[in-house]
């Protein structure tokens, strides 16, 4: 079973910041959190991810809380192309047998006109 | 990021057929992975493909129908074997090291009639 509770959706207005939450209260020590989107039956394509500090590069933000039991992924400027399901996944980052990730059902992100 | 592809993009095939899917990398991997998506649903791990070994199948998936082959270390393939409707999936493979972010392929669409 997946370890991340997330929204089965979310609507944002293009242009403005979509925040997509995620839970992930089991969480170990040693598991990122990483963040995929689909976008209509292609494969997913890698976001972003994160240990325990908060991340930024070219597609988006994540913010991690301190006790990292839960996360956001923040598009800061949706546009109607990031309309996609998004997946958190925690995964196991080093010191793990298992390199394979565990998909649960995502957010349907849809961001209208 | 890996550069990956996959043949055939798509396939209209008949029950009791078999299908060989083909995932290519730009860069040698260790791990590579096989996904279905069923309609609606999300990825579920089929099994991992290790050059030099057997390959790891997840619980309700087997060798007989779904037999892999990993010569070196940017190529495997997948082969749906005796096709059912119900193996009418998205078809998508992933290479990604255990610490290392996994990146997917395009995904092969696969209807059986």
């Known amino acids: 079973d997946a370890k991340t509770t997330q929204p089965p959706s979310m609507d944002c207005a293009e242009g403005r910041a979509a925040n997509l939450p995620c839970n992930h209260s089991t969480i170990s020590g040693n598991e990122y959190v990483y963040w995929y989107r689909q976008i209509h039956s292609q494969g997913p394509q890698y976001i972003i991810h994160g240990l325990k500090n908060n991340e930024t590069n070219e597609m988006a933000s994540l913010i991690i809380t301190e006790d990292r039991k839960s996360s956001t992924l923040i598009l800061p400027h949706a546009t109607l192309r990031d309309t996609a399901v998004y997946y958190c996944i925690v995964r196991v980052g080093y010191g793990g047998s298992q390199g394979n990730l565990i998909f649960g059902k995502g957010t349907k992100l849809s961001v209208k006109p | 990021s890996a550069v990956i592809s996959q043949k055939p993009s798509r396939d209209i095939c008949q029950r009791g057929t078999s299908l060989t899917i083909q995932c290519q990398v730009d860069?040698?991997?260790?791990?590579m992975f096989w996904y279905r998506q069923q309609p609606g649903q999300s990825l579920t791990l089929i099994a991992t493909a290790n050059q030099g070994s057997e390959a790891t199948y997840e619980s309700g998936f087997v060798i007989d129908k779904f037999p892999i082959s990993r010569p070196n270390l940017t190529f495997s393939t997948l082969t749906v074997s005796n096709m059912s409707p119900e193996d009418s999936s998205i078809y998508l493979c992933?290479?990604?090291?255990?610490?290392?972010?996994?990146?997917f392929g395009p995904g092969t669409r696969l209807l059986v009639l």
């Open positions: 860069s040698q991997v260790t791990m």
């Open positions: 992933s290479v990604g090291d255990i610490g290392e972010t996994q990146y």
